[in-house]
Structures are given as C-alpha cells and as structure tokens.
C-alpha cells in the first residue's frame, strides 16, 4: 500500500522552512505549505522559541488535520498532547506523535515509522 498524504510544514520558522528545510531533509521539497501560527496566536518572539512551544502549536495544526489521520514530528510534545493523541487513536483517528531528541535531531528510522504508519492508514 502506498500512503497518500499531504505534507505541512508546522514549525516555528514558518515559511522559512519551505526554503531552509525541505532541500536539506527531503520531506515536503517542492511544497510551499506551511501553518502560520501568528494566525491562531499572538505572542512575544520569546513566548515562540525554546522549551514550551509545542502547545503553542497545537491549535494551528489542529486547525489543519481536523479529523484526517497524521503524523506530528516534534521534539516539543506536552503529556496532556500525548494524551490527547491517544484519545484520536481510540476513537478511530490514527495519530501518530514522533518526538526526536533536540540533541539528535530527526532520523532514518523516525521517517521510517512515518512512512509505515502512513502506509497503514
């Protein structure tokens, strides 16, 4: 089976990531797709870096996904988003959260696990 998905970009360096990280990772090259949180939130440059952004997060990609199945690549991942997650799953809505470590960063068998959970939706 072959998975058929859209590819967002959700990270905080918004349409610089078009640019700066799709050539240099593969996904999502030749996509100019991504979530511009300055529309679900306004907040300090501070409050938006660092530890602590991944709920800042939550309601742009929540916005995005609605109830389609997705993965969320992120290394800033709240319990209670784990949760909420788990819930998704067990109502039906396959979600999947991969959570890389910020001293290594995203992996062959990260893209991996997405790749075999997309095929399974």
Known sequence: MVAVS???????????????FA???GIGTGIATYIDFDVH???????????????????GILATVGDRPFVWIDDDIAEWQHHWAAQRNAGGIPTLFIQPDPAVGLTEE??????????SC
């Open 6 to 20: 859209d590819t967002v970009w959700a990270t905080m360096w918004l349409d610089a990531s078009v640019n700066h």
């Open 23 to 25: 050539p240099r990772t």
């Open 41 to 59: 939130h306004q907040h300090t440059l501070a409050e938006r870096t660092g530890g602590g952004v991944g709920p800042y997060k939550h309601p």
């Open 110 to 119: 990260h893209v991996a696990l997405a790749h075999q959970f997309l095929g």
